[in-house]
């Protein structure tokens, strides 16, 4: 048995992320994808897909909140890891107004039980 501790992306975030299932479509240079955010912040989130992008690439993302408004979308996102299922995404440019539409989500998300 190991005494070392094992060390999990959780520890290194600065900002709690929070567990959800949200539609999103993600566009590169070649197409668009249709997946589901898994786990959200203000900062970023782990999607899936059918086809995911590749790590280090830059994408851009709608992301459904399911209020009926319009869609969330980040106008440039890295790819930080990526595996068969899973990819973290890392919000680089999101204009002001859909910032403030993303953190007041991210506050309901934490204020429900």
């Known amino acids: ?4 501790r094992e060390t999990t992306r959780e520890e290194f975030r600065k900002v709690k992320r929070f567990a959800v299932q949200l539609p999103c479509k993600f ?4 197409d668009a994808v249709d997946g589901t955010v898994l786990n959200l912040s203000a900062q970023g989130c ?3 897909a ?3 992008p590749s790590a280090s690439t830059y994408v851009s ?7 009926g408004d319009t869609p969330i979308t980040i106008e440039l996102a890295g790819v930080r890891w990526a595996s068969e299922q ?24 934490e204020k429900t039980p």
């Open 46 to 48: 782990a999607i899936t």
């Open 27 to 30: 566009l590169n240079k070649e």
């Open 86 to 109: 899973l990819c973290g995404i890392e919000f680089i440019r999101i204009s002001s107004e859909m910032l403030l539409r993303l953190q007041a989500f991210a506050l309901l998300l």
């Open 61 to 67: 993302l709608h992301i459904h909140l399911l209020d």
């Open 50 to 52: 059918e086809r995911l």
């Open 1 to 4: 048995m190991s005494t070392q």
